[in-house]
C-alpha cells in the first residue's frame, strides 16, 4: 500500500499540485468522554493543528471534516492559479467531497440510504469552498498507518490539537 500511495502522490505532484495532507483524531477519555483535534501537513509553514470547539459534537469524521474546512479556507485565500490536493486517509470525508456530500444538499440532506446525512453545517461550509476552487481541488483518499510521511505528519498534528482541546482542563486538579 505505501508503495501505491507514493507513485500515486508522485503522479499528483506531476500535475503541478501542491499537496496537503489531512487528518482528524479523536479519543474517550475515561473522564470527560470524547475529545477531538485536527491537523494538515502542507510542508511549510502552513502546517497547523486545532482542536474541534467545545461546544461542537467530538468525533473524529468531525475533526476529519474540521481538518479540510480549515486547509480550504486557507488556500482560498492564497493566489487563484495555484491548483491543490488534498490526501486525507478518511473515507467518509473523501466520499463526501467528491460529490456525495453535493447529492446529499440536492437530496435536502438525506442520504442514498434515506437517513439524515450528517455534520450538515460543516458541509454547508466545506461545499461552497470546494466549487469555488473546481479543477484547482483534487481530494483524494491514502490509507492511515502505512508509513506515509505526510499522512504522519498530519496524523501527529492532529493528535497535537487533540491533546490542546481546553476539554482536558477539567482533568487539573482543582479545575472543577
Avoid at 102 to 108: F, K, N, P, Q, V
Wanted: aromatic share 10%; hydrophobic share 40%; net charge negative.
Amino acid at each position: 500500500l505505501l508503495l501505491e500511495a507514493q507513485q500515486h502522490i508522485r503522479e499528483v505532484e506531476a500535475e503541478g499540485r501542491l499537496i496537503v495532507f489531512t487528518d482528524g483524531s479523536s479519543i474517550i477519555h475515561d473522564d470527560i468522554g470524547p475529545v477531538a483535534g485536527f491537523g494538515a501537513y502542507f510542508g511549510s509553514k502552513l502546517d497547523f493543528s486545532d482542536f474541534v470547539p467545545t461546544r461542537e459534537q467530538q468525533s473524529n469524521n468531525r475533526a476529519e471534516l474540521r481538518a479540510l474546512l480549515k486547509c480550504l479556507q486557507i488556500v482560498s485565500s492564497l493566489d487563484s492559479h495555484t491548483c491543490w490536493a488534498f490526501a486525507i486517509d478518511s473515507k467518509y470525508v473523501v466520499d463526501g467531497a467528491t460529490g456525495g456530500a453535493a447529492s446529499w444538499r440536492e437530496s435536502y440532506w438525506v442520504t442514498k440510504s434515506g437517513k439524515g446525512a450528517s455534520h450538515i453545517d460543516l458541509w454547508l461550509e466545506i461545499l461552497p469552498l470546494l466549487e469555488a476552487l473546481g479543477h484547482r481541488a483534487l481530494v483524494f483518499h491514502v490509507h492511515s498507518h502505512i508509513n506515509l510521511y505526510g499522512n504522519d505528519q498530519a496524523d501527529a498534528l492532529a493528535n497535537m490539537g487533540r491533546e490542546a482541546s481546553p476539554l482536558f482542563s477539567y482533568l487539573l486538579p482543582g479545575s472543577n
